[in-house]
């Protein structure tokens, strides 16, 4: 079995900063892309961030130049560092990877159960 363990959400003030963490385990051959996308009420859920296998990122527009995702592919773990957060970031972040478990033969997407980030005064 694949599971990804989100941590790091949590209540934090405009201007402030919080860091992200997942973590892949199980039967894990392989892992392609990993990113993060967020979930706001009422709203659709939307890729954040991106890295690929070999760690080139890619961004939202509306996070650029204020977040940064990392990965370690040793450790098969994806960070994502959030800075300058504004009450608009406020979502529930999930992290998703494209894996490759021992037996299969093509990559498959997971996602994690999510953690809420709230930016609020």
């Known amino acids: 079995q694949v599971q990804l363990v989100e941590s790091g959400g949590g209540l934090v003030q405009p201007g402030g900063s919080l860091r992200l963490s997942c973590a892949a385990s199980g039967s894990i051959f392989s892992i392609n892309a990993m990113g993060w996308y967020r979930q706001a009420p009422g709203k659709q859920r939307e890729l954040v961030a991106g890295v690929t296998s070999g760690g080139r990122p890619n961004y939202a527009d509306s996070v650029k130049g204020r977040f940064t995702i990392s990965r370690d592919n040793a450790k098969k773990t994806a960070s994502l560092q959030m800075n300058s957060l504004k009450p608009e970031d406020t979502a529930v972040y999930y992290c998703?990877?494209?894996?490759?478990?021992?037996?299969?033969?093509?990559?498959?997407?997971?996602w994690g159960q999510g953690t809420q980030v709230t930016v609020s005064s």
């Open positions: 998703n990877a494209e894996i490759r478990s021992y037996g299969g033969v093509r990559y498959l997407g997971y």
